[in-house]
């Protein structure tokens, strides 16, 4: 059995980047998308989080959804 481990839920772009090796453009660009999902904010002036959580159990269900 495979265990998934997270080290934090949330990542700023920046260090996103720096994990994935995905350059943050393409990165603000997929969160625009919808395609990666964020911590909703309170105001325009916080940061934008990458919710990881969410992220990894969007994989497990992709990864799923492939096996069927």
Known sequence: MT???IDVPYLT???FSRRSGMNIETIKKKISAGL???MKRKSAQQKALIN???L???A???ANA???
């Open 36 to 38: 990666i999902p964020t």
């Open 60 to 62: 497990l269900a992709e």
């Open 52 to 54: 990881m959580v969410a």
């Open 3 to 5: 265990q998934i481990v």
């Open 66 to 68: 492939e096996r069927i």
């Open 13 to 15: 772009i920046k260090e």
């Open 56 to 58: 990894t159990k969007q």
